[in-house]
């Protein structure tokens, strides 16, 4: 681990590996994540170059960047999902509350309830909305006996901006669902595990407007109980929905910091040039 402290960190900024400088704190409070000196190949392939960034409870986090500029990739480092991946390997440090997540005694089953993940496309289990639900908190052993277990649904539900929606079908299936309320169901059920960490890979990309709105203001309602990551290829999305914003480019992060600085008075041309249009 590296051994500059976080105030060290905010003073001196980190060089990437093409010389910008950009803050790889997440702002105030101690970070919930820390990734140091982070690289990801896919055999001989590198996708992740040399990333360094710490992830808080008290801010929404998105990536941004080109498609193929590696930030899904960096995503799913954070809760080991490339290693489902053979070719995959991944270096550097990664920390949740200051435990390496790629220590050999890490239960990664443990940790991926620990830190949630929301795909794309909305993913429920062919199973009831209450099981959908259930599921995890029954096989993490989070409740002990039917009571516990039915506010558990309700409040993962509620949490989730669903409850009033789907509370007198609990027993349809989760896949008759709307596209956005199987989505908002896939958050509820990573709620239900009681995460500290939920990352969300273009949660909204498959949406309509209207249920796109509906998970950017279930993102406001949660932030600060769970550190949040979103990654999004949607600037305006990232705008409104998130405090800190990381720029990727060529598996890189060229540069992180305060959401409104990002869009409006960012350091580096690269980021200037994507913000603005000219590639992407």
Same mark, same amino acid.
Request: glycine share 8%; proline share 5%.
């Given at each position: ?20 400088? %950009? ?11 820390? +990734? ?24 929404? +986090? ?42 050999? %005694? ?17 993913n429920p289990f062919p199973k009831s909305i209450y099981d ?37 079908? /609990? ?5 008759? /669902?709307?596209? @956005?309320?199987? %989505? ?66 060529l598996g890189t992060l060229v540069e992180y910091g305060v959401?409104?600085d990002i869009f409006t008075n960012p350091t580096e041309e ?6 603005? @249009?000219?590639?992407?």
């Amino acid at each position: 681990m590296d051994d500059m402290t976080s105030g060290d960190i905010q003073e001196s900024g980190v060089s990437s590996a093409e010389g910008a400088s %950009q803050s790889i704190s997440a702002g105030d409070g101690p970070p919930k994540m820390t +990734t140091r000196n982070v690289n990801v190949f896919y055999g001989e392939k590198q996708a992740i170059d040399n990333v360094s960034i710490d992830v808080n409870m008290d801010n929404v +986090t998105a990536f941004i960047g080109p498609s193929g500029c590696g930030k899904s990739t960096f995503l799913r480092c954070l809760n080991r999902m490339n290693d489902t991946i053979p070719i995959a390997k991944v270096t550097g440090d990664i920390t949740l509350e200051g435990e390496d997540i790629y220590a050999p %005694q890490m239960d990664v089953v443990q940790l991926r309830a620990r830190v949630g993940m929301v795909f794309q496309k909305p993913n429920p289990f062919p199973k009831s909305i209450y099981d959908n639900i259930a599921y995890g908190p029954r096989i993490h052993g989070l409740a002990s006996g039917k009571d516990e277990l039915d506010h558990i649904v309700e409040t993962s539900l509620q949490r989730a901006g669903l409850w009033n929606e789907v509370k007198d079908r /609990l027993q349809d299936s989760g896949t008759a /669902l709307s596209g @956005g309320q199987q %989505q908002r169901l896939c958050i509820a059920r990573a709620i239900a595990v009681d995460p500290e960490v939920i990352l969300m890979d273009e949660p909204c990309s498959a949406l309509d407007p209207i249920a796109t709105a509906k998970i950017e203001e279930l993102i406001h309602e949660i932030r600060g109980k769970y550190a949040i990551v979103i990654v999004t290829h949607n600037m305006q999305q990232a705008a409104r929905v998130s405090q800190r914003t990381a720029f990727f480019h060529l598996g890189t992060l060229v540069e992180y910091g305060v959401t409104t600085d990002i869009f409006t008075n960012p350091t580096e041309e690269r980021t200037r040039d994507y913000i603005t @249009g000219r590639y992407g």
